[in-house]
């Protein structure tokens, strides 16, 4: 048992809490690191959006980027593309994650460069747990009055989903068996070596151009390979709780999100229309011309009604303060604050309890 005192001086955290982690965690069985048959999934880890919007606050009405939406869709679109792996079958376990997993079998991260209904870019990259590249692109999607309204499930962007996915699936086809089975085991070697550097730092060995090779394994049977395993799975039951979350909110965004965008992507349209009208100095002018500036009249005041409807729903997405409450082996957890700050606060419990179990002082 340990000390109450030493606990809290240790980790900062509260003891009680640590000693109901700690029991939970002994409790939980050790899974193997791979399932029979299932040589060829990868685990996807799909890191919450950058939302790109940029420092100068007074190029934001100029960008058209409404930095509460923006922010919204920053964790809106890795779900969207979560779905795409997920139906595919093509994949392992798939997860949104709030900040990133260095250790992930592979990891995707994902920049907005431009969101405006009518088009889409999204800047792409995504490295393997031994740090080879997978992507590193822009992808670019339009949209036409016929993608409006959106049919629900659905998605205006949704082949720039697709397309991600596929070249993701690709690459993963060019790799062998060998290759992939030695990706699990580098992935779960990384996150030993951040539990227990002392104990699993030599293990892999590390390249000038930062690739990760393996150097040797434990015994299937290491103690301490089991206790990282178990640490391991209560940080995926955190993540599993947390992307759930995500899911939950991107459902209820849908709906305004999508007529929001509609508008935008009318508004963009007229816009291009003007632009189009003024360069080629058509001194007639077009016909209906007045009927088009009531029609663009109305799709901003629509707009702008549908805009403050989803500034409250991304306050919502962006400010997640609903407790998370996880029940492991009888005991039940709750972590306050929102998503990004209860996942620091989960993986800090766990790396300290880590510690505490096998004695090692706690990793940096």
Not at 223 to 234: E, F, G, K, S, T
């Amino acid at each position: 048992m340990y000390h109450r005192k030493t606990i809290a001086l240790l980790c900062r955290i509260p003891a009680a809490l640590l000693l109901a982690v700690a029991v939970a965690c002994l409790a939980l069985p050790a899974l193997p690191v791979s399932a029979a048959g299932e040589e060829e999934f990868v685990d996807v880890g799909l890191v919450i959006f950058d939302a790109g919007i940029p420092a100068d606050e007074s190029t934001h009405s100029k960008l058209g980027i409404f930095p509460e939406i923006r922010k919204a869709e920053a964790k809106y679109m890795p779900v969207m593309l979560r779905e795409i792996l997920v139906n595919s079958g093509d994949w392992g376990v798939v997860r949104v994650l709030p900040e990133p997993l260095d250790s992930s079998e592979l990891l995707v991260t994902g920049t907005i460069q431009h969101s405006d209904g009518q088009r889409l870019e999204l800047h792409i990259e995504a490295r393997d747990a031994a740090g080879a590249q997978w992507l590193d692109r822009v992808y670019t999607g339009t949209t036409t009055p016929a993608d409006y309204p959106v049919k629900v499930p659905g998605d205006p962007f949704m082949q720039v989903y697709r397309q991600i996915a596929a070249d993701l699936l690709a690459v993963r086809r060019q790799m062998s068996a060998g290759q992939l089975a030695d990706l699990r085991q580098i992935a779960l070697m990384r996150y030993a070596a951040s539990l227990a550097p002392q104990v699993f730092g030599d293990y892999l060995a590390t390249t000038s151009e930062g690739r990760y090779t393996l150097v040797r394994l434990p015994a299937e049977d290491d103690p301490m390979l089991a206790r990282v395993i178990r640490i391991r799975n209560q940080e995926y039951l955190f993540i599993d709780t947390v992307d759930e979350q995500y899911a939950n909110l991107a459902e209820q965004m849908a709906p305004t999100y999508n007529l929001w965008r509609q508008y935008g992507a009318e508004q963009a349209e007229y816009r291009d229309e003007y632009q189009a009208r003024v360069s080629s100095r058509d001194s007639q002018g077009r016909r209906g011309s007045f009927v088009a500036l009531e029609q663009t009249y109305n799709a901003y005041k629509w707009s702008k009604i549908h805009e403050q409807d989803l500034d409250e729903l991304a306050l919502g997405f962006n400010n997640e303060v609903a407790p998370t409450v996880m029940e492991v082996s009888g005991t039940v957890f709750k972590l306050t604050g929102s998503l990004d700050s209860q996942y620091s606060e989960w993986r800090a419990i766990l790396q300290c309890i880590f510690a505490l179990e096998t004695g090692l002082p706690p990793a940096a």
